[in-house]
């Protein structure tokens, strides 16, 4: 009897919901939409405002004075002046002077003999590194000293090395029978010195940039090349080259890049000179130029041109190295052209 009734009170229908007004299920779905729309806005603006910090801060540090130089290489500002309307007459009087080329090209030929055997010499220690040496930890944390040193220190230590009087460098020339060479007056010998300086600071740098790319080449492709009877030599070569061709191409700009900017060596090395680049603007770059236009004779206008000028060398080279990236992107897989 008592089970019956139980079912029969179970069996009967639950209790009717208070009836809902109009005004009250307005008030839900409206706060319905409003939570749905926040949570809409939400997922797309929170990515924005982490990132906003460094957009703000590239904006404040990095674009207005990059547009604010723009509009100084279109006005004659000299230091305590007020601006003047000049147009390109800035950058018309960069391609008649004789200093702008001379920096140009030295910027050119010390880019060249530093950024060359810097990324041969960085390529064959990379390739030493890769293999299982005793105490390779040891010498991957001594290439990278160099660069760890400050421009000042490695500078001024050797410009006594290529002192012309009593530098160590025309010491051991002497010894072979070589007369000594003027390492600060000559152009060819001080571009080749401060390029020494360069190369010295940025070989373990990029060797261990090699290094890192060389140990995600797959080792059967390696495997396959020795089986094939390929030496050491020819795997280096054919294989591990071509496999790190991206990485070598990365270096080759940002290495370009730097040489474009060179400004401390050049400078340090000249010593009272060091500004002008030497007595006879032997190897004055485009960042010395520039300073000298700027802070020493006062020529802001013409110093904003030149930053720009270096700017646009600088988006050139970008240029090259996006065509060249999407060239072998779009080559077929195995062509050697």
Known sequence: MATSVRAKRDDSPPPAAPPVSPGSRRRRS??????????????????????APF????????????IYTGWLSLNRVELGG???????????????????????????????????????????????????????GFFRVAI?????????????????????DYGMINGL??????????????KWPAQIAISVIVTWRW???????????????????????SLDGASRLRQF??????????????????????????????MLYGGSVGISGGSGNQFQTLSLLMYEKGWVTGALGQASAIAWVMLLLLLLIGGVQALVSRRDRTKPRGSTS
């Open 203 to 225: 070989t373990g740098y990029n060797a261990l940039i090699y290094l890192a790319a060389m140990q995600a080449v797959p080792q059967d492709l390696y495997e396959a090349a």
């Open 237 to 266: 070569i054919s294989v591990t080259i071509p496999s790190i061709r991206p990485t070598i191409l990365f270096t080759v700009i940002v290495s370009t890049i730097g040489a474009t900017q060179l400004f401390g060596e050049p």
């Open 30 to 51: 409206s706060r319905g939409r409003l939570r749905s729309t926040l949570h809409r806005w939400d997922i797309k603006a929170t990515p924005y405002v982490f990132i």
């Open 173 to 186: 020339l002497g010894w072979v029978g070589i007369d000594p060479v003027d390492w600060e007056t000559s």
């Open 55 to 66: 957009f703000l801060t590239f904006a404040a540090f990095g674009l207005f004075p990059l």
């Open 144 to 164: 990278l000293a160099p660069y760890a040193t400050s421009i000042a220190a490695a500078t001024l230590v050797f410009a006594q090395l290529f002192n012309t």
């Open 82 to 136: 007020d601006p003047s309307w000049k147009g390109l007459e800035n950058y018309t009087d960069l391609a008649t002077s004789e200093f702008f080329w001379n920096a140009l090209l030295n910027t050119f030929t010390i880019g060249v003999i530093s950024t060359v055997p810097q990324l041969l010499m960085a390529l064959g220690l990379a390739h030493l590194l890769n293999y299982k040496l005793r105490g390779r």
